[in-house]
């Protein structure tokens, strides 16, 4: 569950925007599981319509900051699960399986972060998670190609289960995220290297 404090205090600190970004998530977890509009945001945050407005000129504008901070959200519980792992193949299927859960843990953020942008166009920057993603497969890839194409393998696996899940096609069960997400078919030859990789 997302938490924001929604004192007045914090605007005069040039914090609004984050404070409407948060309010924002926190309405994604809520009940009614969406994004408000900007007057509801307004409302909710307790400042006026105009101020809103200055940070997001329209509700489109809102949904690419409330995606933009969910993939952050997403790549830092990815980092945090291969660093547990200890890096190397083991640690890049914790990404995968962090991927999943993040998505189970919070669908209507998940969802809207994949229809807002671009998010594998070449002009857009590269958001955290799929940083992560890149910098993985070339660590454990033989070659750029070979990354390249198992980057997107992994992407396809992880996304797929994950809207599977949550569409209620197959159960959600976290044996059955485990052992979809093992990257021993992937990476072979990588059973002695991940030991040694941080």
Do not use: C
């Amino acid at each position: 569950m997302v938490t924001v404090s929604t004192s007045s205090e914090a605007y005069h600190h040039g914090n609004l925007r984050e404070a409407l970004v948060l309010e924002g998530l926190r309405a994604l977890e809520g009940p009614n599981g969406k994004a408000p509009s900007l007057r509801e945001l307004s409302r909710k945050v307790g400042v006026s319509p105009t101020a809103v407005y200055r940070h997001f000129p329209d509700k489109q504008a809102l949904d690419q900051a409330l995606a933009r901070e969910g993939l952050k959200m997403l790549g830092s519980e990815q980092a945090a699960a291969a660093q547990k792992a200890g890096g190397g193949a083991a640690g890049f299927a914790e990404t995968g399986r962090a991927y999943v859960r993040f998505a189970l843990a919070h669908p209507v953020l998940f969802r809207l972060m994949f229809t807002q942008g671009k998010p594998v166009d070449k002009d857009e920057p590269v958001d955290e998670a799929r940083a992560l993603l890149i910098a993985n497969t070339r660590a454990l890839a033989s070659n750029s190609e070979r990354a390249e194409t198992l980057a997107l393998q992994a992407w396809s696996i992880a996304h797929g289960i994950a809207m599977l899940m949550l569409d209620g096609r197959i159960p959600v069960d976290d044996a059955l995220i485990d052992r979809m997400l093992d990257t021993k078919s992937l990476f072979p030859d990588q059973g002695s290297k991940s030991e040694e990789s941080p």
